[in-house]
T-cell receptor, first 116, second 113 residues
Framework: NAGVTQTPKFRILKIGQSMTLQCAQDMNHNYMYWYRQDPGMGLKLIYYSVGAGITDKGEVPNGYNVSRSTTEDFPLRLELAAPSQTSVYFC???????????????FGPGTRLTVL | GEDVEQSLFLSVREGDSSVINCTYTDSSSTYLYWYKQEPGAGLQLLTYIFSNMDMKQDQRLTVLLNKKDKHLSLRIADTQTGDSAIYFCAESISTSGTYKYIFGTGTRLKVLA
């Protein structure tokens, strides 16, 4: 299994540009998450999904959108990039308790985004 | 609200034991976790403990949970230079039919040769 994969690894955007951060998992996990990690801070939840077709906001959703058309993919969209969105973005997934999980999240390697 | 706190830095000599501490405010956590993050990489699960346990040992790792004081610690025995990384404490909390995760700010462990 590849686990959780994210692309791109690095990206520089100009203010006002848009982009999509890709996330995919091959573990058949129902739950998927997007976090951002700012320097010296813990992870903040942007959006999450409990299954295909179902998404919900986390703590810091403003400026972002998500979709979940398949179990495997959970892309994060930035429509009008702002300097405040400079961060490292992590995607994570987990299986449900019914699958015998202990609620453990598995993380991708991250996307480092700079908005200038 | 929920909060998880950790000290920012810890420095130890190779071969010594490291103890990384974490305090949390929400007593309804289900599981508590320790993650390791190496430079340029994602978070890797090291170990976890169920909230009704006091201790869990896994090779060089020992997790202690004091529910009364809401304190979690990770002890790494015989610390090696490869253990240098940022360590995150996290808890999962049941809410509105699902679970949310609260992460600490991370403790940067530096192992001196």
């Amino acid at each position: 299994n590849a686990g959780v994969t994210q692309t791109p690894k690095f990206r520089i955007l100009k203010i006002g540009q848009s982009m999509t951060l890709q996330c995919a998992q091959d573990m058949n996990h129902n739950y998927m998450y997007w976090y951002r990690q700012d320097p010296g801070m813990g992870l903040k939840l942007i959006y999450y999904s409990v299954g295909a077709g179902i998404t919900d906001k986390g703590e810091v959703p403003n400026g972002y959108n998500v979709s979940r058309s398949t179990t495997e993919d959970f892309p994060l969209r930035l429509e009008l990039a702002a300097p405040s969105q400079t961060s490292v973005y992590f995607c994570a997934s987990r299986k449900g308790l019914a699958g015998g999980g202990v609620l453990t999240q598995y993380f991708g390697p991250g996307t480092r985004l700079t908005v200038l | 609200g929920e909060d998880v706190e950790q000290s920012l830095f810890l420095s130890v000599r190779e071969g010594d034991s490291s103890v990384i501490n974490c305090t949390y405010t929400d007593s309804s956590s289900t599981y508590l976790y320790w993650y390791k993050q190496e430079p340029g990489a994602g978070l890797q699960l090291l170990t976890y403990i169920f909230s009704n346990m006091d201790m869990k040992q896994d090779q060089r790792l020992t997790v202690l949970l004091n529910k009364k004081d809401k304190h979690l610690s990770l002890r790494i025995a015989d610390t090696q230079t490869g253990d240098s990384a940022i360590y995150f404490c996290a808890e999962s909390i049941s809410t509105s039919g699902t679970y949310k995760y609260i992460f600490g700010t991370g403790t940067r462990l530096k192992v001196l040769a």
